[in-house]
């Protein structure tokens, strides 16, 4: 007995890695071949390219810094202007507080999935299960992911385990739904 015989699922993961092979090869001419292999499908079947890691990365940098650099920013200012005595640890516990509290902030800010990192980059989080927006709901908690845990999501990212959300190529994706190709065969 194979080892496909016995997860029937295998089969199933085997047709779909086939399927996006030969769009990805029917899209090489439209998207180019860089593009064309990072062409990807949402768990619905929707077809989508897949952003660079370079471009993930560097997305996600940004948004980090930026909010890392305002935590801090607030603690200094509250450490070097205020006359409390304990003045230290009290900017010890702005910093900390911002660094949990502004991802959320940011991220209802950008619930379309698009903070000032993927606008920068031209990428886009969406939901694996079909390519939507975050959302209002899970923006805050998907920013705070992305900041504060981020060397494990990059981890997660490059194990590809347990994806909820995905980095898409926008100006990539919208060049593949114009070919009229939008679906897995």
Do not use: C
Request: glycine share 10%; hydrophobic share 50%.
């Amino acid at each position: 007995m194979t080892e496909e015989t016995r997860q029937p699922g295998a089969v199933a993961r085997a047709d779909r890695r086939a399927a996006l092979a030969e769009v990805s090869t029917q899209l090489a001419p439209t998207l180019g071949p860089e593009a064309a292999r990072r062409v990807r499908a949402f768990e619905n079947g929707a077809l989508y390219v897949d952003s660079t890691m370079s471009g993930a990365l560097l997305a996600w940098l940004i948004d980090a810094v930026l909010l890392y650099a305002v935590a801090v920013t607030v603690a200094i200012l509250y450490g070097t202007g205020s006359f409390d005595p304990d003045r230290a640890v009290g900017a010890v516990v702005i910093g900390i507080s911002l660094i949990v509290v502004l991802p959320f902030v940011y991220g209802w800010a950008f619930r379309n999935g698009r903070a000032l990192g993927g606008v920068l980059t031209g990428t886009q989080v969406v939901r694996m299960k079909d390519g939507t927006p975050i959302g209002f709901a899970k923006a805050g908690w998907a920013m705070l992911i992305r900041t504060v845990f981020l060397p494990f999501l990059f981890w997660a990212a490059i194990d590809g385990v347990g994806q909820v959300r995905v980095s898409i190529d926008r100006t990539a994706t919208a060049r593949l739904h114009d070919s009229g190709i939008t679906r897995l065969p």
